[in-house]
């Protein structure tokens, strides 16, 4: 999609791709309807001045958040006004780039409503939410515990004679603290607390609470709520309002608890349903499935930026070619840059597969069939994990790829970076959702003779197997077999599993224990979910992808399986699968996929379709005119507004003119 300004610097690079880059552009939007609401929704944002991000770093916090008041505003306005689908409207959320309150609405508020709420609830609810009467957020974190959702202590005490729950904030620590949309915007919180009938304490449980006037949007009568403070970077996470909230004993009615999963009667009887309690995390699993595809997303805009800079970069030379060489020729830069590439294209592989595996397990909760839920919930932590961390230092990577610019907000990669990296933290610790994969993977290996593994555990069923049968590869290109690849990422995980199972096996099973092994868990799960972004990336290659991209995306297949062996190879050797030569044939192997990505990295990050508006790059521009853009940016720098710089007479005239030696001088 080019919109820059005729000229292509780049149209050498492009005319290298030896792929069908319609085609990819297809494959990478999810299908050719998605492509064309891609298409439209990009240029529809792209074209209205109001949605415009220029300046978005420069701006205090408050006219920054108030922009993005009316951002969001006017995309809710854009989606009535034009009739836009839900899909449509969620493409135009997409392009209009910046983390906003009706992220929560409509991310968690609505889905735990649907999720938790009985048919009656989302009767009353549902409608009012979806036509934006009422704006929620979802209120589960607390200044005390974020990780630790049974440790929440918000009350809600329930009255049997008023019919009402009394929610409370007992404790400085109970006070709600992060949740998105909070601080200034919604009028209702999806609370969670611990649920107390008859001063019987039932855990943790969600309450719909309104918090704002429906009128004039004041906090309700004893209720303190507000806006936490400014976040990390400029622009960034900063346009949304994380807020804190506190309950002075406010009473709600009855019906505001959630009831799908547990009920309290009119005369405060506590009834339990008999779904599985984790249904109330379902929010999350929401959340952290889609958190996949948003992390190739991001990942590929870094990486479009840093390939399409380092294409028109050029710095030193060599005394077999004329002139400088492009940065993206030297092997070091291909070695730090298209494992990344690659790794974006398997993440968004991998996020159809997880799109398609959230289908099939809300199918089955429907049906009241329970079975694969356990699975589903480590699946979506264990990738939410590893995704959103290999993106974070990702852009960081593309950053220092694009060497002194890179640091430049021009860049458009430092206030990426400061938008994203929270996902490392939010929808659930990074670390605490891989020891979630860990105790998922124990337990299956502990019922490994009874129950056969099902799912991205099936591989565990073979642990006999892959425990003792060792790696074939003699040459390099016995790696190019993805039937080996996976049994090597299978065996690895495999045996870094049952090593830690068999030595807390050995133990006592105190808790004490299991903390001393937790590192070893945590690599485990980190194996484990290594091996399904492998076998998934494969697996979605093989299953119907249109014959002018196969070739490409087979090559980045296994420039990301290779890369991954190869980061990974002292995990790889120490469970003595495969051997260190074994290892130096990957090398040599990925270094040959480099040769075949190079002259197609252009058109391949081009595939992703990222208008320049999107991008918001100067290095990452589609016509590759760099230079000219980063110096017309610099006139755009507030402290270029007037020649002699606001301060000069009261600071710099001072000391320019003072002609008096310092008292410490020496010379
Ligand atoms: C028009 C515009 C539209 C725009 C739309 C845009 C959409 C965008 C969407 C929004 C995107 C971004 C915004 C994101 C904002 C972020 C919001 C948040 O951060 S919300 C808060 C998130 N908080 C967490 O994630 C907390 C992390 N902690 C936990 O998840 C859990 O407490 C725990 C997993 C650590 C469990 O602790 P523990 O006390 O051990 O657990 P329990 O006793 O409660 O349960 C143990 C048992 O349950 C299983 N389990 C745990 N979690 C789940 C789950 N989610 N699903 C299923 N099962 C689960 C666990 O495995 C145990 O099972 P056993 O069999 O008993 O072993
Ligand atoms: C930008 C942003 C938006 C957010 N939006 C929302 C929202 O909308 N709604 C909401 O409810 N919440 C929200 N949150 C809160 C978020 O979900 C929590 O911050 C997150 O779940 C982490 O919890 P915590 O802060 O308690 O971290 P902690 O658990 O205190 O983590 C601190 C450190 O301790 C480690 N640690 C903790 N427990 C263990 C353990 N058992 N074993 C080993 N290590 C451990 C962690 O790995 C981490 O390194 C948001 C947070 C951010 C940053």
Redesign the pocket.
């Known amino acids: 999609m080019q919109d820059g300004n005729g000229l292509d610097h780049l149209a050498g690079e492009r005319a290298m791709a030896q792929f069908d880059l319609q085609a990819m552009k297809v494959y990478l939007a999810g299908g050719q309807r998605e492509y064309e609401i891609s298409t439209k929704m990009a240029q529809l944002v792209a074209n209205d001045p109001v949605f415009s991000k220029e300046d978005r770093v420069r701006l205090a916090r408050k006219d920054l958040y108030k922009n993005s008041l009316r951002k969001a505003g006017h995309a809710w306005k854009t989606i009535l006004e034009k009739g836009l689908s839900e899909v449509e409207g969620l493409k135009l959320r997409h392009f209009v780039d910046e983390p906003t309150y009706t992220d929560?609405h409509w991310g968690?508020f609505i889905p735990a409503i649907k999720g938790q709420g009985t048919e009656e609830q989302q009767h009353k609810w549902l409608p009012l939410a979806y036509k934006m009467a009422i704006i929620g957020?979802?209120?589960?974190?607390e200044l005390g515990?974020?990780?630790?959702v049974q440790g929440l202590e918000t009350t809600a005490t329930f009255d049997p004679t008023t019919d009402e729950f009394i929610m409370h904030s007992p404790t400085v620590t109970s006070t709600k603290w992060?949740?998105?949309?909070l601080g200034k915007a919604s009028t209702h919180a999806l609370v969670y607390a611990r649920l107390i009938t008859d001063k019987k304490d039932h855990g943790i449980h969600a309450f719909i609470a309104p918090i704002r006037s429906l009128e004039d949007h004041t906090p309700l009568p004893n209720v303190t709520v507000g806006d936490i403070g400014v976040?990390f970077g400029n622009g960034g996470?900063n346009t949304?309002d994380?807020g804190f909230l506190r309950f002075d004993h406010v009473r709600i009615p009855r019906e505001n608890m959630l009831m799908r999963l547990a009920t309290v009667t009119k005369d405060g009887k506590y009834v339990r349903s008999n779904k599985p309690r984790q249904l109330g995390y379902g929010a999350m699993v929401f959340v952290r499935q889609g958190i996949v595809i948003d992390a190739s997303i991001y990942l590929s805009r870094a990486v479009t930026i840093a390939v399409r800079y380092s294409a028109v970069r050029r710095q030193f030379g060599n005394k077999d070619e004329p002139g400088e060489l492009q940065v993206i020729q030297y092997r070091t830069q291909q070695s730090r840059l298209f494992p990344l590439l690659a790794t974006a294209y398997a993440y968004r592989a991998v996020g159809f597969w997880m799109k398609s595996l959230y289908a099939d397990v809300m199918k089955r909760l429907n049906d009241n069939d329970f079975s694969t839920l356990p699975e589903v919930h480590a699946c979506t932590a264990g990738l939410k994990s590893i995704t959103t961390s290999v993106t974070a230092d990702g852009i960081e990577e593309c950053r220092k790829l694009c060497g002194g610019h890179g640091f430049l907000c021009a860049s458009g990669l430092p206030e990426l970076y400061a938008a994203y990296v929270?996902a490392c933290?939010?929808?659930?610790?990074n670390?605490?959702l891989l020891?979630q994969v860990a105790r998922f993977l124990l337990k299956t290996l502990s019922q490994v003779s009874k129950v056969r593994p099902v799912g991205t555990a099936a591989y565990l069923g073979n642990i006999k197997q892959l425990s003792t049968q060792n790696c074939k590869v003699s040459q390099g290109h016995d790696w190019l077999n993805t039937s080996v690849l996976l049994e090597a990422f299978e065996a690895r995980s495999a045996r870094q599993a049952a090593a830690v199972a068999l030595r807390l096996a050995k133990g006592s099973g105190s808790e004490a224990e299991f903390q001393e092994n937790?590192p070893e868990l945590v690599e485990s799960a980190r194996a484990h979910c290594q091996l399904i972004l492998v076998s998934k990336f494969i697996e979605q290659l093989q299953t119907g992808t249109p014959e002018g991209i196969r070739k490409q995306l087979e090559v980045l297949c296994y420039t990301y399986a290779f890369s991954q062996l190869i980061d990974n190879a002292g995990d790889f050797l120490a469970t003595g699968y495969v051997t260190g030569n074994q290892i130096a044939l990957a090398k040599e192997e990925l270094k040959h996929m480099f040769d075949k990505i190079r002259p197609n990295a252009v058109a391949l990050v081009d595939a992703f379709d990222h208008t320049d508006d999107y991008l918001g790059s100067a290095l990452g521009r589609y016509d590759g005119d760099v230079y000219t853009h980063l110096y017309k940016g610099a006139f755009k720098e507030s402290l270029n507004d007037t020649v002699v710089v606001d301060g000069y007479e009261e600071y710099l005239k001072p000391v320019l003119t003072q002609n008096l030696w310092a008292p410490h001088s020496k010379l």
Not at 425 to 429: A, S, V
């Open positions: 929560l968690m957020c979802y209120a589960q974190t515990h974020g990780s630790n992060w949740p998105g949309g976040k996470y949304m994380n929270p933290t939010y929808e659930g610790d670390t605490i020891l937790t």
